[in-house]
């Protein structure tokens, strides 16, 4: 098993990415803090990891609040006693992102909070704990997004992957010393509830599909796969990476018919 002996924590888990990560984890050994701000949604991860005979425990709480992210972080160490994989996933697509004249300031706003300052807070609790355990890794969701610009605007969700990207690299960079690595997740369009939410139509996915070569939609356990690369010790010599898990989609001018 690839996670033995090793405790995560994933936020979002109740779903998609997050949920799909925390199975998998599971499955490879580790002990897994699934935090989620929907506490059904997150104990019914836990409930089936359980049952399935591995280690892990709720936690309810907002990424967009700072004291959330401290608690979340000392809560993995009380419940395991350390902390070695931190996966900041959680975040939103708001509905009501566009493009710079319409966009709300308010949805700026929550945007920001909850896919930066999430991440943020994460690593602003969660490193130290990494550092009292020896070293660890952290992989920060992003977005293909955060390096292609698309006429179907969502500029604070794209703004706010940027900006995930760019603070991974820099902490990568910073404590890269302390056997610490610090990657970014950045998966493609994906057949999750956040995407599938925001393009509600035949005809919307149909418009986002002619730019993935692959001709599909991304699983959320394609993900985890790449997540769980990046957890282990298979990545020992890889950090401050933009890992693109996106059919291609970063590759393609002109896709196959
Ligand atoms: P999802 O909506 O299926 O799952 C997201 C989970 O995060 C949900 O369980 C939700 O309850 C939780 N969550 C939302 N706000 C939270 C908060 N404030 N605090 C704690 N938990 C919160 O979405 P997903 O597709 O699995 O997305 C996971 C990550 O992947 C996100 O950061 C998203 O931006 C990113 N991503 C998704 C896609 C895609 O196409 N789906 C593509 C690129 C990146």
């Not at 292609?148 to 969502?154: D, E, F, K, N, R």
Request: net charge negative; hydrophobic share 45%; charged share 20%.
């Amino acid at each position: 098993m690839r996670l033995s002996n090793k405790v995560a924590l994933i936020t979002g888990a109740g779903s998609g990415i997050g949920k799909a990560s925390a199975l998998k984890f599971a499955e490879e050994g580790a002990k897994v803090v699934a935090m989620d701000i929907n506490a059904a949604a997150v104990k019914e991860v836990v409930d089936r990891i359980v049952s399935s005979g591995g280690q892990a425990s709720p936690y309810t709480g907002d990424v967009g609040k700072e004291a959330d992210c401290k608690a979340m972080i000392s809560f993995a160490e009380s419940q395991y006693g350390a902390l070695h994989i931190l996966f900041n996933n959680a975040g939103i697509m708001d509905g009501d992102d566009a493009d710079a004249i319409s966009t709300d300031n308010a949805v700026w706003d929550r945007t920001m909070n909850i896919n930066v300052k999430g991440v943020f807070w994460g690593c602003k609790y969660g490193i130290p704990a990494l550092l009292r355990a020896g070293g660890g890794s952290v992989i920060n969701t992003a977005s293909f997004v955060a390096v292609l610009g698309a006429a179907t605007p969502q500029l604070a969700y794209t703004a706010s992957k940027g900006a995930v990207l760019a603070m991974t690299r820099e902490l990568a960079v910073i404590h890269a010393r302390q056997n610490i690595r610090v990657n970014a997740l950045c998966p493609g369009p994906l057949r999750t509830d956040l995407l599938m939410d925001f393009l509600n139509t035949e005809a919307k996915q149909q418009r986002r599909l002619v730019h993935v070569p692959m001709g599909r939609f991304g699983e959320a356990e394609e993900i985890a796969n790449a997540a769980l690369f990046l957890a282990s010790d298979d990545s020992s010599y890889v950090t401050g990476l933009d890992f693109l898990v996106d059919g291609g989609i970063t590759s393609a001018y002109v896709t196959p018919e």
